[in-house]
């Protein structure tokens, strides 16, 4: 079995600086992807798009948003152990 090294703490600082500026870039990209699809919603109130589509796109990308949560937590609780 492997020794697993003790990381320094300059180490464990880049680290976490790291994976605070990946979660910030997700959290910016989550956004700029709502804003997107609220202008798309806009649009289509306009023209008088169908309402049921609008609908069924919103439960669609809920259920993506909460996949893309539950595989973060997983990915969450993979660094822990």
Do not use: H, I, P, S
């Amino acid at each position: 079995m492997r020794v697993k090294e003790k990381k320094t703490e300059q180490e464990v600082k880049e680290d976490e600086k790291k994976k605070e500026e990946k979660k910030k870039k997700e959290e910016e990209e989550e956004e700029e992807e709502d804003e997107r699809e609220n202008t798309r919603k806009r649009k289509k109130r306009r023209r008088g798009e169908n309402k049921e589509q609008e609908v069924k796109e919103d439960e669609e990308k809920k259920e993506e948003k909460k996949k893309k949560e539950e595989e973060k937590e997983k990915e969450k609780e993979k660094e822990f152990l």
